[in-house]
C-alpha cells in the first residue's frame, strides 16, 4: 500500500539552527513527493515539492531531496526563522489519481 | 496558483443539528475533490473523494449516511455533517486539482473548524 512515515515532534529550535524533518515512504509505481506547510490557524499550502527520483524540491530556504533507493524525502533548513514556526507534512501522490496520502505532520517551534 | 475556496472557516453548533461546508474552486473546474479531516496534533485523514454528478466514494470507516457529499457542479462540492455529535468537532479540510497537469500539487481549501456543543 501507500503510506508516508514522518519523524514525531514536537521540534524546538533556536533562531538560526539547522532543521532536518524526516519522512521515508511505501509506495507502488513512482509517487510524486510534497512538503505541505500549515500555519497556526490556516490551511495548508504547499512548501515545495519532487516528481522524479533525484529530483531536489527548494523553496523559501527549505530543501528536500527524491530518494528512491532509500525511499526517503527528507526537509531541511541552513538556517530557520521564527517565522518558519508551523507543522510541516510529508506527502505522497500517486501517479494515477489525485490522492494524496498525508504523514502525521511535525510541529516546529522555532524560538528567538 | 489555482485558488480553492471553503466556507465557514469556523462554525459552533449545537449537538443533534446538521452543518454544511461548502469547497469551491475559483479558477478552474474541478470533476474530483477531496473531503479530509484533522484531529488535534493528528494528519490529515481522507474521509472521501467527491465526484461531480455521481455518488461520492468514502473511505473505510466513515459513515456515508453522516457525512452527506454533494457534488452538483465542477465548482462545487458540499459536505453536509448530519446530527453533529462533540466527537465530529474537527478541522475539515477540502482539496482540489487543476485538470489535465499531471502530477501537480493539491490545492487545498482554507479548512473549517467544527465544534460541536
Known amino acids: 500500500g501507500n503510506s508516508v512515515t514522518q519523524m514525531e515532534g514536537p521540534v524546538t529550535l533556536s533562531e538560526e539552527a539547522f532543521l532536518t524533518i524526516n519522512c521515508t515512504y511505501t509506495a507502488t509505481g513512482y509517487p510524486s513527493l510534497f512538503w505541505y506547510v500549515q500555519y497556526p490557524g490556516e490551511g495548508l499550502q504547499l512548501l515545495l515539492k519532487a516528481t522524479k527520483a533525484d529530483d531536489k524540491g527548494s523553496n523559501k530556504g527549505f530543501e528536500a531531496t527524491y530518494r528512491k533507493e532509500t525511499t526517503s524525502f527528507h526537509l531541511e533548513k541552513g538556517s530557520v526563522q521564527v517565522s518558519d514556526s508551523a507543522v510541516y507534512f510529508c506527502a505522497l501522490r500517486k501517479n494515477t489519481g489525485n490522492q494524496f496520502y498525508f504523514g502525521t505532520g511535525t510541529s516546529l517551534t522555532v524560538i528567538p | ?117
Open chain 2, 1 to 117: 496558483g489555482a485558488v480553492v475556496s471553503q466556507h465557514p472557516s469556523r462554525v459552533i453548533c449545537k449537538s443533534g443539528t446538521s452543518v454544511k461546508i461548502e469547497c469551491r474552486s475559483l479558477d478552474f473546474q474541478a470533476t474530483t475533490m477531496f473531503w479530509y479531516r484533522q484531529f488535534p496534533k493528528q494528519s490529515l485523514m481522507l474521509m472521501a473523494t467527491s465526484n461531480e454528478g455521481s455518488k461520492a466514494t468514502y473511505e473505510q470507516g466513515v459513515e456515508k449516511d453522516k457525512f452527506l457529499i454533494n457534488h452538483a457542479s465542477l465548482t462545487l462540492s458540499t459536505l453536509t455533517v448530519t446530527s453533529a455529535h462533540p466527537e465530529d468537532s474537527s478541522f475539515y479540510i477540502c482539496s482540489a486539482n487543476p485538470p489535465g497537469q499531471g502530477n501537480t500539487e493539491a490545492f487545498f481549501g482554507q479548512g473549517t473548524r467544527l465544534t460541536v456543543v
